[in-house]
């Protein structure tokens, strides 16, 4: 299975217009307040010997701080141009990284195969993923962890479409950062409620951990308050391997 060219196009369409500059992707998040916090949630079930990797890393600023955290850091991405980005911001080789369409469960197996288990770190990809390829997605967070390996997985919610459409609804209709992503026909808090847990269940996977909290972005409102979305973090681990 492949994700749509539609939806492939998308993306590349998205990362070949964004510039090099931190923050241009509205979900490009300074590090202290994503990847920093998400690791202290990680850490504690993590077997941090093993290498992480960060599914759907885009321009890469999360897997870089992840290489401070973890003995290697690699971060995948469907689009070739976000890998592009994310190489050109890490001119000392920090962390690795790769063109990988995570609905690819052959692809995704030869990458197990040559790094073995491992941690895995992946932020608001499931909520985007076309409806069919979801499953897919989930399946691949399983397949990386193996048996040894333990993922965080943050996703946003329904409630999160409210505040991006609140944020559209301005003066000037949407932020500059948020209207790029609707030009390209990117559709933000696509899942259900229930839908994230669900894949993740039926991908063989066991919540170690879990709770509520807020992705933040780079985007602003008018009045100057930062767009945070509402979202769910789950710590996982192979059904198996804690059964």
């Not at 885009?58 to 897997?63: A, E, P, S």
């Not at 209207?179 to 269940?201: F, I, S």
């Amino acid at each position: 299975m492949d994700v749509s060219q539609r939806y492939r196009e998308a993306w590349e369409g998205f990362w070949s217009a964004t510039s090099d500059a931190p923050g241009e992707a509205i979900w490009d998040a300074d590090p202290s307040l994503s990847s920093v916090p998400h690791s202290e949630l990680l850490l504690p079930y993590a077997d941090t010997s093993l290498p992480i990797v960060d599914l759907g890393c885009g321009n890469g600023t999360q897997t870089r701080y992840l290489a401070t955290r973890f003995p290697h850091a690699m971060g995948v991405d469907l689009s070739h141009a976000a890998i592009a980005h994310a190489r050109r911001a890490d001119p000392d080789g920090v962390a690795e990284f790769a063109q990988l369409d995570l609905v690819d469960a052959e692809a995704v197996a030869a990458l197990h195969e040559r790094i073995g288990d491992t941690n895995v770190y992946m932020r608001a990809v499931i909520h985007q993923s076309e409806a069919e390829a979801r499953p897919a997605v989930a399946a691949a967070v399983a397949t990386m962890v193996g048996e040894r390996g333990r993922a965080f997985v943050a996703e946003l919610t329904p409630a999160a479409k409210d505040v991006l459409q609140q944020a559209a609804q301005g003066p000037d209709g949407p932020p500059e950062k948020l209207r790029r992503v609707l030009d390209h026909g990117l559709k933000p808090a696509g899942a259900t409620e229930e839908e994230v847990p669900q894949l993740l269940r039926a991908a063989g996977l066991t919540t170690l951990a879990g709770g509520e909290t807020v992705l933040a972005q780079t985007e602003y409102l008018p009045d100057g308050t930062r767009i945070d979305l509402p979202a769910r973090w789950f710590v996982l681990a192979a059904s198996l391997a804690v059964g």
